[in-house]
Nanobody
Framework: QVQLVESGGGLVQAGGSLRLSCATS????????MGWFRQAPGKERDFVAA????????YYADSVKGRFTISRDNARNTMYLQMNRLKPEDTAIYYC????????????????????WGQGTQVTASS
């Protein structure tokens, strides 16, 4: 069983920045494709960003492209989401997700593609 633990959420003014982290127990970490999703109150859980096992391939939702950056440190078994120029509409609970991916070049954008989920961390961008 792979465990995922998010951290780094909080309250920030619109235009500010936060960096989320997702620490995992999966070994080796490079054998897992990873993603970030978010869920606002009363809404579906939506895709934010994905990264391949090697870290070379990344993909973003249009709503965050150019503002958010997904990355991973395979030596530290940790994934990150750098969020800049936050907007009130970015307010949500952010979840990290993982799935085995032995190609190391694949990424996934559907929540049903993922096997493991963290507990979530709240991000609030106030106007």
């Amino acid at each position: 069983q792979v465990q995922l633990v998010e951290s780094g959420g909080g309250l920030v003014q619109a235009g500010g920045s936060l960096r989320l982290s997702c620490a995992t127990s999966g070994r080796p970490f490079s054998n897992y494709a990873m993603g970030w999703f978010r869920q606002a109150p009363g809404k579906e859980r939506d895709f934010v960003a994905a990264i391949s096992g090697s870290g070379v391939i990344t993909y973003y939702a249009d709503s965050v492209k150019g503002r958010f950056t997904i990355s991973r440190d395979n030596a530290r078994n940790t994934m990150y989401l750098q969020m800049n120029r936050l907007k009130p509409e970015d307010t949500a609970i952010y979840y990290c997700a993982a799935r085995p991916s032995y190609s190391r070049a694949d990424y996934y954008t559907e929540k049903n593609d993922y096997n493991y989920w963290g507990q979530g961390t709240q991000v609030t961008a106030s106007s």
